[in-house]
């Protein structure tokens, strides 16, 4: 979720499998795009088939070092250039017990999902600190669903169709969101908005932000 990112410049190709070969020629790990870029904004277009399963596989292997590289627990292809509903997950979980236990955040294996869509289950929300490889140097605290149910296919072409909750079910959300041009800012709390080299660390730091919440006032549920 965050980390040093070179900017990206230069025209956009408008051909999807074009911007997938741009990436695959270019360096690794791709550069990550930042918000303002139109492809952030855009929505992508289904995987319908457009690549090959040697391009398929070798853009999967491009996503997942960059997104280890960042790091980050997910990866959407727009925030490469790619307007393209796929995208990679994978969290090793936290090392504090009880952040574990307050989010909810438990490991999710690395896993490719192409064209995934989500669903409530339940009324249930969360809200926590969360930041965006492509909006570098901030964190929000975002409600979400607490519990999804996720469709997608695999790389393999395999259908996914389950039920998510807590961590794993808020990345979900937010790379899915990046598939339909959204951003967290879109949905955050912006008086939680701070600066990963200010505030930012000492709010995360709480397993709930109740702490940020009464100071910089803003709701939670
Ligand atoms: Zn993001």
Known sequence: MTGPVPAVTGPQPRDVRDQVRRVLDGPVPAPIVQAGHPVLRAVAEPCDGQLSAAELGALVEVMRTTMRAAPGVGLAAPQIGISL????????????????????????????????????????????????LSVHGWSAV?????????????????????????????????ETDHLNGRLYIDVAELRSLAATDGMAAVWASEPHPRTAAGILGFPLV
């Open 142 to 174: 975002v409600r979400r669903h607490r519990t999804v149910r996720l469709t997608a296919t695999d790389e393999t072409g395999a259908p996914v169709d389950e039920v998510l909750t807590g961590w794993q079910a808020r990345i979900v959300q937010h």
């Open 85 to 132: 509903a796929l995208a990679v997950v994978e969290d090793p979980g936290p090392v504090d017990p009880e952040i574990a236990t307050a989010r909810e955040r438990r490991p999710l294996a690395f896993r490719v999902l192409l064209n995934p869509r989500y669903e409530a289950v339940g009324v249930d929300r969360a809200a926590f600190y969360e930041g965006c």
